[in-house]
């Protein structure tokens, strides 16, 4: 592994896209991000009922995506059980590859970003395989490497039902030339043992991606006591050294927040990380006062400098517009 946390500027992780601009997992909202100056777009991926990789933020599309509006769909309306909570809607696993393509992206909080829902229903669903040749094809146009840094979302379900993500995202990969650890690409989960595996069959970067609360389900289900707070204790960081080379971690874990929204002192989690050889990515990072802690109400820039002065190593960044003016 020759990624290191000392000799380059923090990376600019557009997640989902550029989110803030357009609906979130379309390849208009990876195109604008890059345009904006993201080093690396981030794709939440979900399977097909026929197995192709997919970028939506959950295999429940109803928020995302125009199903509800399909009628020659009502009749698959359902309710699952997702990582222990029921979910009501409609589920990728359950559409095939050219269904899917029949559906239209949606802004998800149109409630937040209404000025983003002049967009709905003009972009399709993206593939993985869709979203690496604008990757690629970006890279050239620009002649700046541009990265992909995919979320195997709810990896034991997937893995449940038949639909495994680990092996179609690395044969993906592979075949697109994405295979050592010099690659632009980072593989990330908020689960373990799916990276576990990763880390037996790939020398691409993975990440352990760690909440501020719960646990990983894969614990869960196993039975496995840890929790994310202990994943974030060192001597959580070492055991995750062994199987990763990053960490993504929600940026209250560096920087808590009182009762009121105020930030408080940073931890040590970054200087603990760096000790494990652990590269450390903070998320997310958004413009709106909603999202904003008491201290930088109307002013994202100023949390962005707060959080690159503490020695991180990339921000995922719904704005990345914003993160780039603040970090050049």
Known sequence: MTKTFTDKLPIIIAHRGASGYRPE?????????IALGADYIEPDLV??????????????ISETTNVANHIEFANRKTTKLID????VGWFTEDFTLAEI????AKERIPQIRPQNTIYDELFTIPTLQEIVDLAKAKSAEINR??????????????????????????????????????APVFIQSFEVSNLQYLS???????????????????????????????LATALGLRE?????????????????????????????????AHAAALL????????????????????PQGEYELFFSLGIDGVFSDYPDTAKTKLR
């Open 84 to 87: 222990g909570e029921l979910k």
């Open 280 to 299: 450390f990515h903070v998320w997310t990072f958004r413009n709106e006062d909603c999202f904003l802690p008491l201290d930088f109400q109307g002013n």
């Open 101 to 104: 393509k029949t559906l239209r």
């Open 145 to 182: 490497a541009i990265g992909i840094y995919p979320e195997t979302k709810h990896p034991t379900y997937f893995q449940s039902i038949g639909l495994s993500l680990e092996d179609p995202l690395l044969a993906n990969l592979a075949a697109n030339n994405y295979q050592d650890a010099n």
């Open 47 to 60: 399977s097909t009922k026929d197995g192709v990789l997919i970028a939506r933020h959950e295999n429940e």
């Open 240 to 272: 995750i050294a062994k199987y990763a080379q990053a960490v993504g971690i929600h940026k209250n874990l560096l920087i808590p927040k009182d009762s009121t929204g105020k930030l408080r002192s940073p931890t040590s989690i970054v200087k603990n």
């Open 200 to 230: 037996t069959k790939t020398d691409l970067p993975l990440v352990q991606l760690l909440n501020a609360t719960g646990k990983p389900y894969d614990f869960v289900a196993s039975g496995d006591v840890r929790t994310y707070a202990d």
């Open 25 to 33: 997992h379309t390849l208009a909202a990876y195109e604008l991000a």
